[in-house]
């Protein structure tokens, strides 16, 4: 059994995911913002721990993150706003890193974003700011002490999960439902040994286990 904190734990995957880790036997702990967030929380099988990414220090967080074996990091800003990308994707991520550090938690999993992410959509500033946001959280996090795993999957869907994906450092954009994503950050914590790598992320047809495998 592995005790897992994921940060962002309300979040869309971060529920799916908290839910696959308990079923399996895990103890996931779910930090989320909101106090009306802890009971849907409790209902996937994770213990709600309460407080705001932008707020705490290291410290504090390193606080709730001690005692675990694995921390996922989940959360973004989801288009909030310049400000709010750097404070929670930005910010936050390195926060999280130091604290697992300071907490003596050696394996970090980050949720990323694909490089080719919407390239051919019209440009704003708003989401331009999040890629490079984003590219800089993962070189903070792969330049850390850490035993880091940086998933970066294409456009998430709410479609139900297949089980089947494709994924390696370097492959075709696509999309790729929130369920894979969740399974895959699962078959992660369950194969420690997968680690200091970067991999891209999109439905397939590989089962999820023999991509972590090979």
């Known amino acids: 059994m592995a005790k897992v904190f994921i940060v962002g734990g309300a979040g869309k995957i971060a529920i799916r995911l908290s839910k696959i880790l308990a079923e399996r036997g895990h103890a996931p702990s779910a930090l989320h913002r909101k106090p009306e967030q802890a009971a849907t ?77 919407l390239r051919d959509d019209e440009r704003n500033a708003g989401f331009e700011n999040y890629i490079r946001v984003k590219k800089q959280s993962d070189v903070y996090l792969a330049a850390s002490a850490l035993d880091w795993v940086i998933v970066r999957p294409g456009t998430l869907t709410d479609d139900t999960g297949t089980g089947l994906i494709s994924a390696g450092a370097a492959i075709p954009y696509g999309e790729v439902t929130r369920d894979d994503v969740a399974a895959f950050l699962a078959e992660l914590v369950d194969h420690p040994a997968t680690n200091t790598v970067i991999l891209e992320l999109t439905s397939g047809s590989t089962p999820i286990q023999a991509v972590i495998l090979r």
């Open 41 to 117: 929380i409790t209902a996937q099988g994770a213990a709600p721990v309460l407080g705001d990414l932008t707020k705490l220090t290291v410290d504090e967080l390193a606080g709730k993150i001690a005692g675990s074996d694995v921390v996922v990091f989940s959360a973004g800003a989801g288009g909030a706003g310049l400000e709010v990308t750097n404070a929670i994707d930005g910010k936050g991520l390195e926060l999280a890193v130091d604290a697992a550090q300071k907490a003596g938690v050696k394996r970090f999993l980050l949720v990323s974003v694909f490089p080719d992410a």
